[in-house]
């Protein structure tokens, strides 16, 4: 891949950027990005940074269960700009959103035909794909995360073409950057180990050394998070986590699922496995591998331009796969773990109905078959066209309905949280919750959890006299208690009067507000 694509095909990739930028905005014009518990935790994180407390969320207790470069970004913008970290964490994913349509239209025109269809079939693919605009329309560090991966691919193709230290230095804090912001981009910091092997194999001292000192550099911020601070401070290197079953075969199955919906309708994949899409998809593949023209198909996979790309690829996909909690993210719409794989899946589908448009070539009729070809392709982009259409429709009259929890018509439209937001409403008391990240992200104040059981049994009484015999611990509190209570495990405030004088001061029907004060 050279190093820079001419200016007139640059200026078309940024008007495609600018329009995801703006699909962004008008997908969460109405109450702003979604909110998630996750949301709620980086934007906590950061606005505790901008008062000087440095890394703690909403309940006040340390920020540990994720990688510290995002909130450290929300608060540093914030800071120079003036503005809350709610409205920053959505321009700032919008943006990314931007760069993202951008980018892969730069990497569509490089890798694929050089023919204009395949780059604006490619750029408005990426342009409606639901999986990556449902991540930048919530604060969530995913999108920001997919920018870092495609200059990957973009710079490990340079370093590839021409192996400096420069080079190597631009991609070892890059990998120092993604592993700061996600778990899993240490990734990164391995496919960059593994391209410096592949581009000094020849002279194995020098890979070696280059490995070693781009390795550690890489590292080294990701070290001192997770055992300088981490390990040091709270004895675990990212929190205390509920374990579950990891299935390779469900997650297997789960992914390509998933990824069926990218490209196909649910009508269709409810009456035929995606399995049976895999595995013809299996059987044309393995044909291609044994005529000598499929064989051609496969080399430039494995050139400069395509490597680095390939080996992230190969790398995420086997770790989601191993390590994946299997029921953690079950939900139809939650394929966050394969959207930084989404635009690598678009160009493998390019090279292989680019393989297969150019079959047409030895056929009569050729003109023609190639133009019926590429007119059912742009048919097919209704598709995506129309999931994204119904996607924003929701968006823009109920708040973004995927990942988002708290910044929703249910929250926003709350008899409750208006009384919340009132200023009349005393903030200065210690604040409780069955749903604190919802009162922190309205109020800004931390907020602790109510009383919750141990054993799951909100009627386990001798747990409640035990754990909370002197609850609150201040002298006067408030518990705000929303409606309906989805999570069971929170002793209901009538049950709180074993332990404490509870008075009600506010009652709508979507939850009340109590003062509460220690027996």
């Given at each position: 891949m050279t190093e820079f694509v001419d200016r007139h095909w640059r200026k078309i990739a940024l008007v495609f950027g600018l329009a995801g930028f703006g699909l962004i905005l008008w997908v969460t014009s109405r109450y702003g990005a979604g909110v998630s518990g996750d949301a709620v935790d980086y934007l906590s994180t950061?606005?505790?940074?901008?008062?000087?407390?440095?890394?703690?969320?909403?309940?006040?207790?340390?920020?540990?269960?994720?990688?510290?470069?995002?909130?450290?970004?929300?608060?540093?913008?914030?800071?120079?700009?003036?503005?809350?970290?709610?409205?920053?964490?959505?321009?700032?994913?919008?943006?990314?959103?931007?760069?993202?349509?951008?980018?892969?239209?730069?990497?569509?025109?490089?890798?694929?035909?050089q023919s204009p269809f395949w780059f604006f079939w490619g750029s408005l693919v990426v342009l409606s794909a639901l999986p990556l605009v449902q991540l930048a329309a919530n604060i969530l560090s995913d999108a920001l995360f997919v920018v870092l991966v495609l200059l990957y691919a973009f710079w490990g193709c340079a370093y590839l073409n021409g192996p400096t230290p420069k080079r190597l230095l631009r991609l070892s804090l890059l990998a120092a950057a993604a592993a700061l912001l996600r778990w899993h981009g240490v990734l990164l910091v391995v496919s960059v180990i593994v391209l410096v092997l592949i581009a000094q194999r020849r002279n194995l001292k020098i890979a070696l050394r280059d490995a070693v000192w781009s390795g550690v550099l890489a590292t080294l911020p990701f070290g001192v998070w997770v055992i300088g601070r981490n390990y040091r401070l709270l004895g675990s290197v990212m929190g205390y986590r509920d374990t579950g079953e990891i299935s390779i075969l469900y997650n297997l199955n789960d992914a390509f699922q998933k990824m069926s919906h990218w490209f196909l309708p649910d009508q269709l994949l409810s009456k035929v496995s995606p399995l049976i899409f895999l595995s013809g998809a299996v059987v044309i593949l393995l044909l291609l591998v044994a005529r000598q023209s499929g064989r051609q198909f496969f080399v430039p996979l494995f050139s400069a331009d395509n490597l680095p790309w390939v080996i992230f690829f190969a790398l995420d996909f086997c770790f989601i796969m191993l390590t994946s909690i299997t029921y953690d993210h079950a939900a139809y719409f939650d394929d966050r773990y394969y959207a930084p794989l989404f635009i690598f899946v678009v160009l493998l589908m390019g090279r292989i109905l680019q393989n297969f448009a150019d079959k047409f070539g030895r056929i009569r009729w050729s003109v023609a078959a190639r133009w019926l070809f590429m007119l059912a392709l742009s048919l097919w982009l209704l598709y995506p066209a129309y999931r994204l259409y119904k996607y924003a429709v929701v968006s823009r009259a109920q708040g973004e309905p995927t990942y988002n929890i708290y910044n929703s018509e249910h929250f926003r439209e709350s008899a409750l949280v208006v009384r919340l937001l009132e200023p009349s409403f005393d903030k200065s008391q210690p604040l409780y919750s069955n749903y604190p990240a919802a009162v922190y992200f309205y109020t800004r104040q931390i907020t602790l959890r109510a009383p919750l059981s141990s054993s799951g049994e909100p009627a386990d009484f001798d747990d409640l006299y035990q754990r909370y015999a002197k609850w609150p611990p201040e002298d006067k509190a408030v518990l705000i208690w929303f409606l309906p209570n989805d999570w069971h495990y929170y002793y209901h405030p009538e049950d709180l009067t074993a332990i404490a004088e509870v008075r009600i001061e506010f009652s709508s029907p979507d939850g009340m507000i109590y003062a509460v004060t220690q027996r």
């Amino acid at each position: 891949m050279t190093e820079f694509v001419d200016r007139h095909w640059r200026k078309i990739a940024l008007v495609f950027g600018l329009a995801g930028f703006g699909l962004i905005l008008w997908v969460t014009s109405r109450y702003g990005a979604g909110v998630s518990g996750d949301a709620v935790d980086y934007l906590s994180t950061a606005d505790s940074l901008k008062r000087g407390a440095g890394f703690t969320d909403f309940t006040g207790e340390p920020y540990i269960y994720w990688p510290p470069l995002y909130p450290l970004l929300l608060a540093s913008l914030s800071w120079i700009l003036g503005l809350d970290t709610f409205i920053v964490g959505g321009w700032l994913n919008a943006v990314c959103f931007g760069v993202i349509v951008m980018l892969a239209g730069v990497l569509l025109r490089k890798t694929l035909d050089q023919s204009p269809f395949w780059f604006f079939w490619g750029s408005l693919v990426v342009l409606s794909a639901l999986p990556l605009v449902q991540l930048a329309a919530n604060i969530l560090s995913d999108a920001l995360f997919v920018v870092l991966v495609l200059l990957y691919a973009f710079w490990g193709c340079a370093y590839l073409n021409g192996p400096t230290p420069k080079r190597l230095l631009r991609l070892s804090l890059l990998a120092a950057a993604a592993a700061l912001l996600r778990w899993h981009g240490v990734l990164l910091v391995v496919s960059v180990i593994v391209l410096v092997l592949i581009a000094q194999r020849r002279n194995l001292k020098i890979a070696l050394r280059d490995a070693v000192w781009s390795g550690v550099l890489a590292t080294l911020p990701f070290g001192v998070w997770v055992i300088g601070r981490n390990y040091r401070l709270l004895g675990s290197v990212m929190g205390y986590r509920d374990t579950g079953e990891i299935s390779i075969l469900y997650n297997l199955n789960d992914a390509f699922q998933k990824m069926s919906h990218w490209f196909l309708p649910d009508q269709l994949l409810s009456k035929v496995s995606p399995l049976i899409f895999l595995s013809g998809a299996v059987v044309i593949l393995l044909l291609l591998v044994a005529r000598q023209s499929g064989r051609q198909f496969f080399v430039p996979l494995f050139s400069a331009d395509n490597l680095p790309w390939v080996i992230f690829f190969a790398l995420d996909f086997c770790f989601i796969m191993l390590t994946s909690i299997t029921y953690d993210h079950a939900a139809y719409f939650d394929d966050r773990y394969y959207a930084p794989l989404f635009i690598f899946v678009v160009l493998l589908m390019g090279r292989i109905l680019q393989n297969f448009a150019d079959k047409f070539g030895r056929i009569r009729w050729s003109v023609a078959a190639r133009w019926l070809f590429m007119l059912a392709l742009s048919l097919w982009l209704l598709y995506p066209a129309y999931r994204l259409y119904k996607y924003a429709v929701v968006s823009r009259a109920q708040g973004e309905p995927t990942y988002n929890i708290y910044n929703s018509e249910h929250f926003r439209e709350s008899a409750l949280v208006v009384r919340l937001l009132e200023p009349s409403f005393d903030k200065s008391q210690p604040l409780y919750s069955n749903y604190p990240a919802a009162v922190y992200f309205y109020t800004r104040q931390i907020t602790l959890r109510a009383p919750l059981s141990s054993s799951g049994e909100p009627a386990d009484f001798d747990d409640l006299y035990q754990r909370y015999a002197k609850w609150p611990p201040e002298d006067k509190a408030v518990l705000i208690w929303f409606l309906p209570n989805d999570w069971h495990y929170y002793y209901h405030p009538e049950d709180l009067t074993a332990i404490a004088e509870v008075r009600i001061e506010f009652s709508s029907p979507d939850g009340m507000i109590y003062a509460v004060t220690q027996r």
